[in-house]
T-cell receptor
Framework: EDQVTQSPEALRLQEGESSSLNCSYT??????LFWYRQDPGKGPEFLFT???AGEEKEKERLKATLTKKESFLHITAPKPEDSATYLC?????????????FGKGTKLSVKP | DVKVTQSSRYLVKRTGEKVFLECVQD?????MFWYRQDPGLGLRLIYF???????EKGDIPEGYSVSREKKERFSLILESASTNQTSMYLC????????????FGSGTRLTVV
């Protein structure tokens, strides 16, 4: 069964304290891995798509990387406004058009 | 700015009521989705549609139905609302051209009393 597991469930950081969020996956054939940010009471907002092992994408303090079994979201020198839930999702070859399988998310809190 | 718009941010309904959640997208996307999101359970797919009048069951379709009469509009219907359907409902859309890049609406917080 296709599965996406995110860890940790929750992460508390001090402002400026860099860390990483993990997303491990087991899918029959990966077509793409997606990172989303979700603020409380709002819908997920797209951050990155990664398609192949070794690929990296960056946006401001965030950097996403991909291996054959997992992805990392690295947060460098985070600020309080980076506090949110970060969701990982995969699109597999076995699914119907555009079907994403989501992890349960990592809730990040950054304290000033 | 491209958008997925859900008709209500907050809804309170009574047990047994028929509830309609409406979603409209302006991106000419072929695919549309309904998810529900609950603490500790993450996002779970209820139904999706990859074309007008087409629909497929997701992971948790029981107690729900959908309608897609026009490409831009996808409705979720709770035939007889129950308290265990209290949740955040998220609509989303994507195009087969962009390999799963999915845009979400802001969500509808439904409370069934």
């Amino acid at each position: 069964e296709d599965q996406v597991t995110q860890s940790p469930e929750a992460l508390r950081l001090q402002e400026g304290e860099s860390s990483s969020l993990n997303c491990s996956y087991t899918v029959s054939g990966l077509r793409g891995l997606f990172w989303y940010r979700q603020d409380p009471g709002k819908g997920p907002e797209f951050l990155f798509t990664l398609y192949s092992a070794g690929e990296e994408k960056e946006k401001e303090r965030l950097k996403a990387t991909l291996t054959k079994k997992e992805s990392f979201l690295h947060i460098t020198a985070p600020k309080p406004e980076d506090s949110a839930t970060y969701l990982c999702a995969v699109l597999n070859y076995g699914g119907s058009q555009g079907n994403l399988i989501f992890g349960k998310g990592t809730k990040l809190s950054v304290k000033p | 700015d491209v958008k997925v718009t859900q008709s209500s941010r907050y809804l309170v309904k009574r047990t047994g009521e028929k509830v309609f959640l409406e979603c409209v997208q302006d991106m000419d996307h072929e695919n549309m989705f309904w998810y529900r999101q609950d603490p500790g359970l993450g996002l779970r797919l209820i139904y999706f549609s990859y074309d007008v009048k087409m629909k497929e069951k997701g992971d948790i379709p029981e107690g729900y139905s959908v309608s897609r009469e026009k490409k831009e509009r996808f409705s979720l219907i709770l035939e007889s609302a129950s308290t265990n359907q209290t949740s955040m409902y998220l609509c989303a859309s994507s195009s087969y051209r962009t390999y799963g890049y999915t845009t979400f609406g802001s969500g509808t917080r439904l409370t069934v009393v």
